[in-house]
């Protein structure tokens, strides 16, 4: 049995994002087309005698108890399988909190792992999945990874074709959003338009960046994007200065564009945060599985 275990826990964003119902038990039925990022959190796993969880992260302000995510995946696997020694974590946090970007749910899925992998259980990726959707709908995809359409409340995955390579550049405002308000307010709603998720798998499959970038879509925008203009004055920066396309990322507020030149995202990074339209900014790329 390994001591100790580094790893990195990626970003997403949703290239098509649609709702497609509400359950009577409040949560909605979706239709997403899921992408993961090169930009990721590292977290630092150490097995310990004592039958504790000690989690230790660079954020002041993120809890490190009970209601931690990481913390909460370690004792699911801790009580499924009666393992009585501990677990000590550093958490290094890089990807924006409260952003749209399953932060959260990408250190739950590596912690699924890291413990998994210390204590010597090794289990499955599709037992890991199973494990996740108990602790959220976003972390069965986050285990997986990749290009995946992401139905039901999010649990039911299909893989897709890798994404084509390019460039993509992230910018978060200095606003936070609830899930919950968007959501609420989503289904106030009478009438919205529906992303092309269909044309969108298809543009995936042809490799077709630009029909990719045609067809992004996030009907939450229609409830985010009102409330914050910012969102969209971000989206439009982006488009006037090179890229193919620009969306906001799950409820927000983070917007992404897809740029086939690097060099120009680098530059409508550094401009958007000298203009103070974004508080966090990175250039990154698609992470397909296999990478």
């Known amino acids: 049995m390994s001591e100790s275990l580094q790893l990195k826990a990626y970003a997403k964003i949703n290239l098509g994002l649609d709702v497609v119902g509400r359950r009577e038990n409040g949560y909605h039925d979706v239709r997403m087309i899921m992408q993961t990022i090169t930009l990721f959190d590292k977290l630092t796993f150490k097995v310990i005698e004592e039958d504790e969880i000690r989690i230790s992260t660079n954020l002041s302000f ?31 946090k890089c990807i924006p909190v409260a952003a749209g970007m399953a932060g959260g749910s990408t250190d739950c899925a590596a912690a699924l792992y890291g413990t998994s992998k210390l204590f010597g259980l090794n289990l499955s990726k599709q037992e890991l999945m199973d494990l996740g959707v108990k602790l959220g709908a976003d972390v069965p995809y986050c285990v997986m990874r990749g290009t995946a359409l992401s139905e039901g409340i999010g649990e039911i995955l299909t893989p897709l074709s890798p994404m084509p390579d390019c460039t993509i550049l992230i910018a978060k405002p200095s606003i936070s959003v609830s899930t919950k ?6 289904d106030a709603k009478e009438s919205y338009e529906h992303p092309d998720i269909d044309g969108m798998i298809s543009a995936i499959n042809n490799r077709d960046l630009q029909g990719i970038a045609d067809r992004l879509g996030n009907v939450l925008e229609t409830v985010t ?3 914050y203009p910012v969102i969209d004055e971000i989206k439009t920066y982006m488009k006037e200065h090179g890229a193919l396309n620009a969306l906001m990322s799950g409820s927000g507020p983070t917007v992404f564009g897809i740029y086939d030149n690097e060099d120009e995202a680098t530059k409508a990074k550094n401009a958007l945060l000298d203009k103070k339209l974004a508080k966090n900014a990175f250039v990154v790329k698609p992470y397909n599985v296999g990478d």
């Not at 308000?181 to 989503?186: K, P």
Request: aromatic content about 12%.
């Open 62 to 92: 993120l809890s490190p108890g009970e209601n931690n995510l990481v913390y909460k995946a370690i004792k699911l696997i801790k009580d499924a399988y009666n393992i009585k020694q501990g677990m000590e974590v550093d958490l290094f």
């Open 225 to 227: 994007v009102p409330e």
């Open 181 to 186: 308000f968007v959501y609420e307010h989503l």
